[in-house]
């Protein structure tokens, strides 16, 4: 998006001038996870749309940046570099995925650049203490007890496959962790490469297992050819995936043969007004253009407010400095139906976790 170059700069602060500020994003829009990055962002630029109808933070107007990174590390660090230093965005905002977030760590760092409601819930990102991270979301940690419990209630022989990659090994730490509190440990762990669909060998290792539950810990794409793969071979599992599998993404490729797959999630429900944050979000959706509710647009869009409001307290000459201890002082925070809590010590805003299942016609049952 471009920049209005007759702006004037009044705070000092990179990315805010007289009438905007400048949020940057990377973002997997291409290639086999594309879903993810495009719901993020969707629900990003819905949360911002509603704030600059109002007239924006304090009469400055949101501008959300997005690069795409495919998914791959390298990209999203040099996308960080990109939005930092050239587009001097003043926050980052809505990343998607633990090894593309890892690469982007040093970066945003070392500019001291908050970081604020990413779509992961990797150990790294809550462990050791960073203070310009702010992670809205449950860790993957919080899924695993869960999705262990779903999956022992059917079976009693669990093993796990998952992405070979940060993001998978942390979906593993969780899960073996989970089982290990029940005495167990899974009988097979299988693995499937970043961006691929080739799950033969996966397939191979699991079907000789025993197993009677898988733990998916990938995103909706391979897993969805996974399942199908072992389902031709007449194996009919119980399958269980942290969050970040992508629910809708997993509907779209799979149809109704997702019944019966359950999925961890740590946002509220997007498809019912429930709640307040909820009719919040679908009214801005729909004003954006958009009728398509999923998990992916909704943590995109309390991940905005988060950072809507973070703004608000920051006053009328923000800088990083007091975003951050704007974002702090929030202590227990309700968005409507959803809360987060931030305070100096912890930047880990939520252990929200509730299990659904997919039912039939493509339907969500909590």
Do not use: W
Not at 167 to 186: C, D, F, H, T
Not at 239 to 258: M, P, R
């Amino acid at each position: 998006m471009g920049v209005t170059r007759a702006a004037t700069v009044l705070t000092g602060a990179p990315g805010v001038t007289d009438n905007e500020i400048r949020i940057g994003q990377s973002a997997v829009l291409s290639g086999p996870s594309a879903n993810l990055g495009l719901e993020m962002k969707a629900g990003v630029e819905a949360c911002f749309k509603a704030v600059n109808d109002r007239g924006g933070i304090g009469g400055r107007m949101l501008r959300l940046l997005t690069l795409d990174d495919g998914y791959e590390p390298e990209r999203c660090a040099a996308n960080t570099a990109k939005l930092i230093t050239g587009e001097r965005a003043f926050a980052l905002l809505g990343y998607v995925g633990t090894p593309t977030c890892n690469a982007a760590l040093p970066v945003f760092t070392a500019s001291k650049v908050p970081f604020i409601g990413a779509f992961t819930g990797a150990s790294s990102l809550r462990t050791p203490f960073n203070p310009n991270i702010f992670n809205v979301r449950a860790g993957y940690l919080d899924e695993g007890a869960p999705i262990v419990k779903q999956l022992t209630t059917f079976a009693t022989k669990v093993a796990i496959f998952h992405q070979n990659d940060a993001y998978g090994n942390a979906v593993r730490e969780s899960i073996e962790r989970a089982l290990k509190a029940q005495g167990l440990e899974p009988v097979a762990i299988a693995t499937v490469e970043r961006n691929s669909l080739d799950v033969r060998q996966a397939t191979d290792v699991l079907a000789r297992s025993g197993a009677g539950g898988v733990a998916l810990g990938s995103v909706y794409a391979p897993s969805a050819e996974l399942v199908k793969a072992l389902r031709a071979r007449g194996l009919l599992m119980q399958y269980a995936s942290v969050s970040f599998i992508g629910t809708s993404g997993l509907l779209e490729k799979f149809g109704d043969s997702a019944k019966g797959i359950g999925i961890a999630q740590v946002m509220p429900y997007p498809l019912a007004g429930v709640s307040a944050i909820t009719r919040e979000y679908q009214k801005a959706m729909v004003d954006a253009g958009s009728s398509q509710f999923s998990y992916g647009s909704i943590e995109g869009f309390i991940g905005a407010k988060v950072l809507v409001e973070g703004l608000r307290r920051a006053g009328g000459t923000p800088n990083r400095e007091r975003l951050v201890a704007a974002l702090e002082s929030f202590g227990k925070f309700d968005l409507g139906g959803f809360g987060v809590n931030f305070t100096r010590d912890s930047h880990n805003g939520s252990t929200y976790v509730e299990m659904t299942v997919v039912g039939s016609n493509k339907t969500i049952l909590r």
